[in-house]
């Protein structure tokens, strides 16, 4: 069993990096955040694997973690979650990488309205999550700090968060204004949040 492969980027595309290790090119499947995250093409890397085989064996497919922390998360949901398989839990797992530790939280709290609006699951899904880890996921390990703790989950606040990160603002710059706006403005309503929120952004 492959623990993690150490080697030369060779190249890298939005789904997939290619690392060589002792002359051999291993095509590794990776999350988009992993994508951004990595070197430019020449540097060295090292990405934690999970091998994959087919249903019917045959073709061995590698998918690629920055951290032991996100391959964990993609084994639980990958084994836990029913009707999910290597590349519907890399789909989560890119979404979940806005906040491991907020993901976390949001499950063990049966937060379905944080799982929607913060990680933009949908609301079956969210519940299809929480149903399937909410019992396990306390033995994963994440080493993140939360972002929305200071947030409710289900409030104007949060639902504001939300949907200016779906506009494409960063989580961070969102959740300070958020907050500030609110803080001043405590019966705003999410429109007037986010009205007033834009003004700063």
């Known amino acids: 069993m492959i623990d993690y492969f150490k080697g030369t980027l060779s190249y890298k595309t939005l789904n997939t990096a290619v690392v060589e290790v002792a ?5 590794i499947s990776i999350t988009a955040d992993t994508f951004n995250k990595l070197p430019t093409d020449g540097n060295q890397v090292k990405l934690y694997i999970i091998e994959s085989t087919g249903m019917y064996g045959g073709v061995i497919s590698y998918y690629g973690f920055l951290t032991r ?12 979650v029913p009707s999910t398989g290597a590349k519907k839990a890399m789909e989560y797992l890119d979404k979940i990488s ?3 530790a907020d ?6 709290k049966r937060d379905v309205s944080m799982l929607s609006g913060i990680f933009g699951f949908t609301k079956k899904t969210a519940e299809k999550l929480v149903a399937a880890l909410k019992d396990k996921i306390a033995n994963v390990t994440v080493k993140d700090s939360a972002k929305w703790s200071n947030i ?5 606040s949060s639902e504001a968060v939300a949907a200016l990160v779906t ?3 960063k989580e961070t710059d ?4 958020v907050n500030k706006v609110a803080n001043e403005n405590k019966d705003f309503s999410v429109e007037q949040i986010i009205t007033e929120a834009l003004k700063y952004l």
């Open 69 to 80: 922390e996100e391959r964990d998360m993609f084994v639980l949901i990958k084994d836990e």
């Open 167 to 169: 506009l494409g603002y």
């Open 152 to 156: 409710d989950a289900g409030s104007s």
């Open 174 to 177: 969102a959740r300070e204004v």
């Open 23 to 27: 002359g051999i090119g291993y095509s």
């Open 103 to 108: 993901f976390k939280a949001a499950v063990m």
């Open 98 to 100: 806005k906040s491991f």
